[in-house]
């Protein structure tokens, strides 16, 4: 229960956590760089926010015009609906508006939308936002926001990671285009995978990449606890906390998804690889599947016509027009199993370095008991998941 309570905990957590406007500009230049129309004339929906100081909510209604788009709307969650309870304290905005009321600021979401110059001043943008309260929560399960959903073109937002799969699938059951922040490990999920091994969606501009040498870094709550070696506070004292293998979803076209990768021949890498388990060895074979393993997706070699097993990191240099995905070690019920090279100890599936062993075939600790050792030619189960390729256009 114990465990189970702090696990509840930190899904809480992670579900405030807030983007940064210059991450989201950045991913919007890339779709805007293949088609500068992406917006145009269409009605984006932010669901998942909180648009008196959202960066999603600033970023499109600032670039309202310059997208031409036709319609923004922007939904939160009522205070007391999150699973992280923090200080809740209205805003000016909301407190000097006469519609404010002290009972739906904290039980009801918001609806902010942008469409027409409300001001005056001959130019929409964010001083032309509206806003009222929702019926609901603003939960994007509720009939309310799954109306919104239905009248929109596009979706865009970071949504609480403790939900991805399910908000990912309230997405796709509309037949949606959209663009949406989650864990790299999601692409293991059963519900992801068969999406982006049918070209259904695929990785934004950037996915689980370290710029000016940090992972994507969110804004947190006042009264969050930081922990760990990755945390700031910024120029105005706000909390931020930096989060490895994260990354965009899409279906929306970017340039980088039809870049070639650059690869050297098989005996090439071979020769003269950078990573010293590919230089000087021969690829290694799976025990129970007719494919090679890459542990590097830049080791992948040009010339190779079969299967090859690579890391799930392949995917944000993965090119339609180059490679077929053709599966997944996460969605088999026996999975591709790797040999190693020296005799290893495994405790309850997970591999230990040892240079003594003992005969064995099967690695589960309830049966062997922990400390056990295997020689060379077991079936040991790879420790990460592999994605397994092939080449398009090389004969067979």
């Not at 036709?70 to 006469?98: G, W």
């Not at 710029?211 to 004292?237: C, H, Q, R």
């Not at 090859?308 to 180059?322: A, D, E, H, R, T």
């Amino acid at each position: 229960m114990a465990n189970s309570n702090l696990t509840s905990a930190k899904s809480a957590k992670n579900d405030e956590f807030y983007t940064q406007y210059h991450d989201i500009e950045k991913e919007i230049n890339a779709y805007l760089e293949f088609d500068p129309n992406v917006f145009l004339g269409k009605t984006v929906l932010l669901p998942c926010d909180d648009p008196e100081w959202s960066n999603f909510t600033k970023f499109f209604a600032q670039n309202f015009e310059r997208f031409q788009m036709k319609r923004l709307i922007s939904t939160s969650y009522a205070p007391n609906s999150k699973k992280f309870k923090t200080h809740y304290q209205p805003t000016l905005f909301e407190l000097n508006d006469p519609q404010f009321d002290s009972e739906k600021t904290e039980n009801n979401g918001k609806i902010f939308t942008l469409d027409i110059d409300k001001s005056g001043d001959r130019k929409i943008d964010v001083h032309d936002l509206k806003w009222t309260y929702l019926k609901s929560d603003g939960d994007f399960r509720n009939d309310e926001i799954k109306q919104l959903r239905d009248e929109s073109d596009i979706i865009i937002t970071n949504p609480p990671f403790s939900l991805f799969r399910e908000f990912l699938s309230w997405i796709v059951s509309a037949d949606k285009k959209f663009l949406i922040i989650g864990n790299m490990n999601a692409i293991t999920y059963k519900e992801v995978f068969p999406l982006i091994k049918n070209n259904r969606i695929w990785t934004g501009s950037r996915f689980n990449q370290r710029l000016n040498g940090k992972n994507m870094t969110f804004l947190v709550p006042a009264d969050y606890n930081l922990t760990g070696t990755e945390v700031e506070i910024d120029s105005e004292g706000k909390k931020m906390i930096s989060v490895a293998g994260t990354g965009w979803y899409t279906n929306l076209e970017h340039g980088r998804r039809h870049q070639p990768l650059s690869l050297m021949t098989m005996q090439d890498n071979i020769r003269f690889s950078k990573h010293k388990e590919v230089r000087g060895k021969d690829y290694s074979v799976y025990d129970n599947y007719d494919a090679i393993e890459v542990p590097f997706s830049d080791a992948i070699p040009s010339d190779y016509t079969g299967i090859m097993g690579v890391p799930i990191s392949f995917l944000n240099k993965y090119n339609p027009n180059q490679f077929e995905i053709l599966g997944s070690d996460a969605d088999d019920d026996s999975p591709p199993t790797k040999k190693y090279s020296n005799k290893v100890k495994v405790v309850d599936g997970i591999k230990m370095k040892s240079n003594t062993g003992t005969m064995g075939c099967v690695i589960r600790e309830s049966q062997f008991g922990p400390g056990t050792y295997f020689d060379v030619g077991y079936p040991v189960r790879a420790l990460y998941k592999r994605i397994f390729i092939k080449h398009k256009n090389l004969a067979q």
